[in-house]
Nanobody
Framework: QVQLVESGGGLVQAGGSMRLSCAAS????????MGWYRQAPGKQRELVAS???????AYGDSVKGRFTISRDNAKNTVYLQMNSLKPDDTAVYFC???????????????WGQGTQVTVSS
């Protein structure tokens, strides 16, 4: 079984910073993409940042220049450094990864349980 466990959410004032972490665990053979999505109340889930270990990351337009995704392959962990936070960044942030277990022949998509980020004005 594979699990994605997020941490680091909470309440922050506008203009502040926050760092999210997501660790993948289980019978993992390989991880392709790792990234972050978010969903605000009444809105669709949207891309925040995502990438592989061999290519540049893709960012959502609203976070470019403020958020940075990074990855520690040895720890199967992805991070999201969020700076200059705005109230519009308030959402549940979900970790996402494409993972192949030892018994698999292809990558499967996995989601974390989500962590709430609230930015107060």
């Amino acid at each position: 079984q594979v699990q994605l466990v997020e941490s680091g959410g909470g309440l922050v004032q506008a203009g502040g910073s926050m760092r999210l972490s997501c660790a993948a665990s289980g019978n993992i053979f390989s991880i392709n993409t790792m990234g972050w999505y978010r969903q605000a109340p009444g809105k669709q889930r949207e891309l925040v940042a995502s990438g592989t270990s061999r290519s540049s990351a893709a960012y959502g337009d609203s976070v470019k220049g403020r958020f940075t995704i990074s990855r520690d392959n040895a720890k199967n962990t992805v991070y999201l450094q969020m700076n200059s936070l705005k109230p519009d960044d308030t959402a549940v942030y979900f970790c996402n990864a494409q993972i192949m277990k030892y018994c698999d022949t292809r990558y499967y998509n996995y989601w974390g349980q989500g962590t709430q980020v609230t930015v107060s004005s």
